[in-house]
């Protein structure tokens, strides 16, 4: 996202649509933690000046993720490592206290089938659920104002999946853990049954607690395949099922709306274009090439709007 700051059209994109911003990678422990456990914030707090500057409310992610496993952590014997593991969210939690207005503390701990939670080593050293209610605590001491999200992708695309994040939500705070908030990712599959979304949505809201969509593309892909001659119809289910996603968020009552967030602005600027199958026709995203908003743009401003 660095890269983008230098960009005027993507700027002027933030600028004229959007008030909040999350980084994509500058916030995350393979961009801060160094090779011997040092911190670089260099390009964490170009984005939080970034975001000051525009006066847009800054989110934080993300703290632990089982796909960031620093090899810094990897010889720690236990005791090292549940302190550098709580050092870890405090420095980079208590440095941003007051800008960032929320967190993703634990990312993406359901299993891609969800079938339970992943092995990674933060629950081999920390316990399954251990590594997560101790992150939450970390996270609520740095910066107790924060709200604070555990988040995950599919839960709307794969019933199983989600209902497995809500059983461990509902567990963590059971066990005292100081969640915040919920986070769906919302890569959505255009293909889900229509109502599924908004079926889940209303799961969510049940916790009474704030709701974060926090990832949202639409990719036209089906198996990682893009066929051109039914792009029309893509295009339609896309619409359908972003639309369905929208609505079901404008209706959850305002305290638990937290924010609703796009995962790039441009089609070039999404992740999915960086996929070895991508052949640059996908079009994940709100605005075209040319930074042009496309009619899902259109149709989610109308949706928001009720």
């Known amino acids: 996202m660095t890269g983008q700051l230098n960009d005027p059209q993507w700027v002027e994109l933030v600028r004229t649509h959007f008030n909040q911003l999350t980084p994509e990678w500058e916030m995350k422990m393979e961009r801060i933690l160094t090779p ?8 964490a707090d170009r984005i939080v000046a970034f975001a000051r500057d525009n006066a847009l409310r800054l989110h934080g992610t993300t703290l632990i993720w089982y796909a960031q ?19 870890w969210i405090a420095t980079v939690a208590g440095r941003y206290r007051g800008q960032a207005v929320g967190w993703d503390v634990v990312n993406e701990p359901v ?3 969800g079938a339970g939670l992943r092995d990674c080593l933060w629950s081999q050293r920390l316990g399954q659920d251990g590594y997560m209610i101790r992150a939450f605590e970390q996270a609520k001491a740095a910066d107790p104002d924060a709200v604070l999200f555990i988040n995950d992708y599919n839960l709307e695309n794969t019933p199983k999946k989600g209902a497995t994040f809500l059983r461990t939500v509902e567990r963590l705070l059971k066990a005292g853990a100081p969640i915040g908030g919920l986070g769906t990712q919302s890569h959505l599959d255009i293909e889900i049954p229509a109502g599924q979304t ?15 969509v926090s990832e949202l593309d639409a990719s036209l892909r089906v198996d990682r395949r893009l066929d051109t001659r039914s792009q029309a119809l893509k295009l339609e289910q896309q619409k359908a099922r972003v639309v369905e ?3 079901a968020f ?4 305002p305290a638990q709306r937290y924010a609703f967030t796009v995962w790039g602005l441009r089609d070039t600027d999404s ?12 079009q994940p995203l709100l605005f075209d090439a040319l930074g042009r908003a ?3 743009a259109a149709a989610l401003e109308t949706a928001f709007r009720g």
């Open 111 to 113: 299993t891609n089938d």
């Open 69 to 87: 496993d620093h090899p810094y952590f990897q010889d720690l014997d236990r005791a090292r490592f549940a302190t550098e593991y709580d050092r």
């Open 36 to 43: 011997t456990g040092g911190y670089d914030f260099s390009a």
């Open 271 to 282: 992740w999915l274009r960086r996929e070895p199958e991508d052949d640059g026709r996908d």
């Open 250 to 253: 404008m209706a959850l009552p």
């Open 198 to 212: 908004a079926a889940f949505m209303r799961e969510l809201a049940a916790f009474g607690l704030p709701v974060h």
């Open 245 to 247: 996603l929208a609505e």
């Open 294 to 296: 496309k009619p899902l």
